[in-house]
């Protein structure tokens, strides 16, 4: 999948798509900060490794995370959560590294959510047949705060939903440097991946990146 042939897909600007109100895919967003973007993850994955949890019904996740920011988001058998440490090595996450917080800023604003300061980024790693089942983001106190989801490395489908969990979703391929930015009346909507194609991208390799800015705390 290129670029120039999903943009022939679109309607108005390639560079921003509506998908309801308060959500919004901003086209290659992130493109810029690339190299940078993917350095800073390797440093993060470094000090707080990759790691599948366990979902509180006791099941493997297929999709690897970790934590920057004052927060991380967990799971295990107490439930989903946010932690102030990394459960592996009861230190604090690694601090989120400015290229990621000012991306993130930037793209909420972008789509007009201003002060957006995030103080959690969850990364995720999709390799070859991971998937995300459709959920709600909601663990954060405050729901005014949207969230910002960037994409590299592999192309994947979201889908985005509606307020319940049987509203048909929409599927949106999502490319390396892409962001979706989903608040406000969209802030409790229903996403998820479906499973990852096999593949390699030049910059990331054999897997799909996927980082997800809130405000938790
Ligand atoms: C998530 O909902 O945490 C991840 C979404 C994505 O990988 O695009
Ligand atoms: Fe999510």
Known sequence: MTRDLFA???????????????????????????????????????????????????????????????????TDGKGYRYATTDPLSDQPWPAMPDVLLQLASAAAKDAGFADFTPDACLVNRYEAG?????????????????IVSVSLGLPAIFIFGGMRRNDKPVRVPLLHGDVVVWGGPARLRYHGVLALKPGRHALAGECRINLTFRRAG
Request: glycine residues 10%.
């Open 8 to 74: 022939d897909a679109t309607q108005g600007s390639p560079l921003r798509e509506d998908l309801c109100p308060g959500a919004v895919v901003l086209r290659g967003f992130a493109l810029a900060k690339e190299t940078h973007l993917l350095a800073s993850i390797n440093e993060i994955t470094a000090a707080a490794m990759f790691r599948h949890m366990l979902t509180p019904g006791g099941f493997r996740m297929s999709v690897a995370m970790t934590n920057c920011g004052g927060y991380g988001w967990v």
């Open 130 to 146: 991971a998937r995300m089942s459709l959920h709600q983001d909601r663990n954060e106190r405050d729901f005014t705060q949207p």
